[in-house]
């Protein structure tokens, strides 16, 4: 297999515990560079820092607004 499409097309043929295994094997990986990041920016000084302490002062001040509902089809 060396494209995207036969992976995919692999993996929908897959039995129920075929894809639990893939996805246990999947959810077991190492952390790659996008997660090492994702991790570095959510750390104080990173780059979420800003958003994260501008969104516990509009908790602490009662301003947060709910999500809205999603449209329906």
Do not use: C, H, Y
Not at 11 to 18: A, D, G, M, T
Not at 28 to 43: F, G, I, K, S
Not at 64 to 72: D, G, H, I, R, V
């Amino acid at each position: 297999m060396t494209t995207v499409a036969e992976i995919r097309n692999a993996i929908e043929n897959l039995s129920p515990r075929e894809r639990a295994e893939l996805n246990d094997f999947l959810q077991n990986l190492p952390e790659d560079d996008w997660d090492r990041q994702m991790a570095a920016d959510a750390q104080p000084g990173g780059k979420l820092d800003k958003l994260m302490k501008e969104a516990k002062a509009e908790e602490a001040a009662g301003e947060l607004k709910e999500f809205p509902e999603p449209p329906t089809s």
